[in-house]
């Protein structure tokens, strides 16, 4: 009989059985091997003892992707406290609000975020620490001062000779006890606190694990780009590939197009995950130039050279990627249609995932081979999905979901926990889907982003904005209703902006128009597309914040 190991041993078993194997590198910078990861969080550990931190106690994280970020969050976890995830993109009001709704006791924090934070707005914290070099920037607690300077003695006094692989020893974690609170970004008002369960976690890894596993071996080189305080990043990215014995690399930067581009290349990660907006640059700026010429369009056309000339094109768009990924993942937001077929065309392996927050995050994934256009994969095997509608294939209903990965609630609010979780435990997760017969499901937009027509009909904004964003010279666009007009607001590309006088964008944009409505039925047709001179405002994984723009 298999016997059944907590999500704490898993991160033991990693460290244990790939000891001095490089595990955490900040490109271009310094790495980590397992045994230095082992002992830096026994030197978290001591320091959590010697300030009295209980198992159940929450210690919040704020900065950019990191080695010593990651340390953190496996040391907080595997002492039996609560990590509080915070992304290092949210404001000081933000960061200080998480905080103290989270009653954190220490946070440690990163160079960018620390220069913005006000210590006296987090009253209740007992200190904060650099997470750069673990120094002390705030110390309210003599035990933590004590610890801090006196660290290395203690760590010596308890390992005289040496620290070892038997010496590793955490938290016998319980499946349902509360692991992290993860803040949604809160694109209306104060974000909620997420309560995530070791199960949740486990229930991602272990379906990872399962279907990722054969294709990704110890020791291959692994990419961080999403940040890793969203779960998508954290589970998928980050988990994931430490539990494979994995060396990952984090982008601790600004991550750049250039600077991605530059990093796929030099890691030739195993797997890429990514969110839409990424994969979509590297393709429009890197591969639809070459390929839209007049001879490439002419060698696509003719049969017997089309073949071939696809296969060509994968292995450029594959190099742009590294050249060594089993798939690529896509997440967070819906990737736009024309670029998603171009990948499927050429024979890319490409997929597509779904989740949220509160299921840590995953739904729903298929592996490329079973990829289906437009879909975001099949129901994970832990995992229960309904479509509230009279007829799922056909008519979009809310997808609802239950099962492992599902959280406890959200923090210190039972009011927004019974407005999301029914009385049969169905978590209403707000987006609006179709189901194939097959069990693919297909993303039609968020209930809240549904506009009516005069009419009385569905409208689907984000299917007019694929549509739009395809177009010349269009970056990105949002669709709003005004009285019973749809208005779009696009914002062009902005490495041709500098050439054109507005009047001559205005005419672009008027062709746009024409050509998109010729696209539309009559009720969900565009009355004016309208250019904005700013880029739209996003969340952290790079969704236009909409409610910001409804009232323009």
């Not at 490495?495 to 128009?513: K, T």
Request: proline residues 4%; charged residues 20%.
């Amino acid at each position: 009989m298999e016997t059944k190991i907590n999500f704490n041993q898993y991160i033991k078993n990693a460290i244990v059985e790939n000891w001095d194997s490089d595990a955490l590198t900040d490109y271009q910078g310094a790495t980590l091997q397992f045994h230095d990861v082992a002992r830096k969080i026994e030197k978290i550990h001591i320091v959590f003892e010697t300030c009295d931190i209980k198992q159940g106690d929450k210690i919040a994280i704020c900065g950019r992707n990191s080695a010593h970020w990651a340390v953190t969050f496996l040391a907080t976890l595997t002492y039996g406290a609560v990590v509080v995830p915070i992304l290092h993109e949210f404001n000081a009001e933000q960061i200080h609000n998480i905080v103290n709704h989270s009653e954190a006791r220490l946070l440690f924090v990163g160079d960018v975020a620390v220069k913005q934070i006000n210590p006296e707005e987090m009253p209740q914290l007992e200190g904060i620490i650099n997470l750069p070099d673990f120094s002390l920037h705030t110390s309210r607690s003599e035990q933590l001062t004590y610890a801090r300077e006196h660290l290395n003695m203690m760590f010596g006094s308890k390992y005289p000779k040496a620290f070892r692989k038997e010496h590793v020893n955490f938290y016998n974690n319980d499946d349902e006890e509360l692991a992290l609170i993860n803040y949604t970004s809160g694109t209306t008002g104060f974000s909620k606190g997420v309560m995530l369960p070791y199960r949740a976690l486990q229930g991602n890894l272990e379906f990872c694990l399962k279907h990722l596993g054969a294709h990704i071996k110890p020791g291959s080189s692994m990419l961080s780009i999403l940040p890793m305080a969203h779960m998508y990043g954290m589970a998928v990215e980050f988990i994931f590939s430490f539990i494979s014995g994995c060396h990952l690399f984090f982008l601790n930067r600004l991550p750049s197009t250039t600077l991605i581009a530059q990093a796929f290349a030099d890691i030739r990660p195993a797997l890429v995950v990514s969110v839409p907006l990424v994969v979509e640059k590297i393709i429009r700026k890197k591969v639809f130039p070459v390929i839209q010429s007049n001879r490439m369009r002419l060698m696509l056309a003719m049969p017997l050279v089309s073949k071939k000339v696809k296969a060509k094109i994968c292995e450029q768009v594959a190099e742009a990627f590294g050249g060594n990924a089993y798939e690529l993942i896509v997440g967070g937001a819906a990737l736009s249609k024309e670029v998603e077929q171009f990948l499927f065309d050429i024979g890319f392996p490409l997929t597509v995932g779904y989740g949220t927050t509160e299921c840590a995050p995953l739904i729903s994934y298929s592996d490329y081979h079973d990829f289906v256009p437009g879909s975001c994969g099949t129901v994970l095997d832990d995992m229960e999905v309904r479509i509230l509608s009279s007829n799922p294939e056909e008519v979009p209903g809310e997808i609802v979901t239950r099962g492992r990965n599902l959280m406890l609630g959200y923090f210190k609010n039972e009011e927004a926990t019974r407005q999301a979780i029914d009385a049969d435990g169905w978590y209403h997760t707000g987006d609006l889907a179709t189901m194939s017969p097959d069990g693919h499901i297909f993303i039609r937009g968020r209930i809240k982003n549904m506009l009516l027509s005069a009419n009385g009909q569905n409208i689907y904004p984000e299917e007019i904005e694929d549509k739009l964003n395809s177009m010349t010279m269009v970056n990105e666009s949002l669709v709003i209703q005004k009285g019973d007009k749809l208005i779009a607001l696009v914002y062009p590309d902005s490495d041709e902006i500098m050439q054109f006088s507005r009047e001559e964008l205005e005419s672009v944009m008027e062709q746009n128009l024409l050509q998109l409505n010729q696209m539309l039925p009559a009720y969900s047709r565009i009355a004016a597309i309208v250019l904005r001179d700013e880029e739209f405002e996003k969340t952290p994984k790079k969704s236009i914040k909409r409610y910001l723009y409804k009232n323009i």
